[in-house]
């Protein structure tokens, strides 16, 4: 778990890096697109969330 702690620490800041791009240097039709992107990436990581914690059931006694 503390892996993904320190994963969640490193991406913060990215997170705030691409955000501040997005509003300073990106034009709305381009960031229309990015939050589309952004989206479909959200997804895919819920759908693997999802497979990871139904793997971590199945290993359950």
Same mark, same amino acid.
């Given at each position: 778990?503390?892996?993904?702690?320190?994963?969640?620490?490193?991406?913060?800041?990215?997170?705030?890096? #691409?955000?501040? /791009?997005? *509003?300073?240097?990106? +034009?709305? @039709?381009?960031?229309?697109? =990015?939050?589309? %992107? #952004?989206?479909? /990436?959200? *997804?895919?990581?819920? +759908?693997? @969330?999802?497979?990871?914690? =139904?793997?971590? %059931?199945?290993?359950?006694?």
């Amino acid at each position: 778990m503390e892996k993904f702690e320190k994963f969640g620490r490193q991406l913060d800041p990215e997170l705030e890096k #691409l955000q501040s /791009v997005l *509003e300073k240097e990106i +034009k709305p @039709a381009t960031k229309q697109k =990015a939050a589309a %992107v #952004l989206r479909q /990436v959200s *997804e895919r990581l819920a +759908k693997l @969330a999802e497979e990871i914690e =139904a793997q971590h %059931v199945e290993k359950q006694p």
